[in-house]
C-alpha cells in the first residue's frame, strides 16, 4: 500500500458544504489536503471578506500553522461536499522526516505559493483598478487563456476577476467596462472574456502604471 493510499484509509473525512474548519486566530494542529471538493481560504479586513485562494482537488493548506506553531492567519470555508485528508502536527512532521519526495513536494509547492503571494502584492499596489484588472486579466490568460484567430479567451466571471484583483465587484466591472470601450476586450459569452489585443492591452497597463507614477 502507497503512502496516499495510508492516508486515505486513515486520514480522509468529509465535510459539508458551509463547514468552517478553521477561522483567522485559532491555534493551528492539522494541516488539510483536498481530495474532492473546494475550500475556500479568506481574510477579512475593515469588515471586508476577501477570498484569497479556492482549492480544489490535490491542493493542500493549513500546513504553516503547523510547522511554525502560530495562530491561523485566514479562515478556511468548504463551499461544496468535500472530502479532505486532516494530518494532525506530529503524523505531519514524521511524513516530513521519513519521506523526502513529499518533503521536495511541499517545498515546491510553498515555493509557488510566495511567488504567486509576491504577484498579489504586486498587484495591489496599484491604486488603479484597470491596472489591477489587467493584471489578472494577464496572470488568468497564461493560466487559463485560449489562443483563437481572434485574441485570447478566458474562462473567467468578473467576480473572480474582481476578487484576484482585489477589488468590490462593482468597480472591476466597471474596468472592464472601459477596457471594453478600448477594444481591448471583449464579453465571449457566459463567464468568459476575450482579450482582443493582448500586445494593446499591456502597452495601456504601461501607460496606466506611468501616469500613477508621475501624474498627468
Known amino acids: 500500500m502507497t503512502v496516499q493510499e495510508q492516508l486515505l484509509e486513515r486520514y480522509c473525512l468529509e465535510f459539508p458544504s458551509g463547514a468552517v474548519l478553521f477561522r483567522a486566530g485559532d491555534e493551528g494542529h492539522q494541516m488539510y489536503v483536498v481530495q474532492n471538493g473546494k475550500v475556500r481560504i479568506s481574510v477579512t479586513s475593515a469588515d471586508v471578506d476577501k477570498t484569497l485562494a479556492v482549492l480544489g482537488p490535490g491542493e493542500f493548506f493549513g500546513e ?52 504567486k503571494t509576491d504577484r498579489n502584492v504586486e498587484i495591489l499596489l496599484h491604486r488603479e483598478p484597470r491596472a489591477r484588472v489587467i493584471h489578472a486579466l494577464s496572470d488568468f490568460a497564461q493560466s487559463r487563456g485560449q489562443d483563437t484567430t481572434n485574441g485570447v479567451v478566458i474562462d473567467v466571471s468578473a467576480d ?7 477589488l468590490e465587484g462593482f468597480v472591476a466591472r466597471d474596468a472592464l467596462r472601459k477596457l ?3 477594444e481591448l476586450i471583449s464579453p465571449a459569452g457566459v463567464d468568459a472574456i476575450l482579450v482582443r489585443d493582448v500586445e494593446g492591452l499591456q502597452r495601456f497597463l504601461t501607460y ?3 501616469k500613477e507614477r508621475y501624474g498627468d
Open 180 to 182: 471594453e470601450r478600448l
Open 64 to 115: 504553516m500553522a503547523v510547522l511554525n506553531d502560530r495562530p491561523r492567519t485566514a479562515t478556511a470555508t468548504v463551499l461544496e461536499n468535500s472530502q479532505l485528508l486532516v494530518i494532525e502536527k506530529a503524523k505531519f512532521e514524521e511524513l516530513i522526516r521519513q519521506h523526502s519526495d513529499l518533503a521536495l513536494r511541499l517545498i515546491r509547492r510553498l515555493a509557488e505559493r510566495l511567488e
Open 208 to 210: 496606466l502604471e506611468l
Open 160 to 166: 473572480e476577476v474582481a476578487e484576484y484583483a482585489g
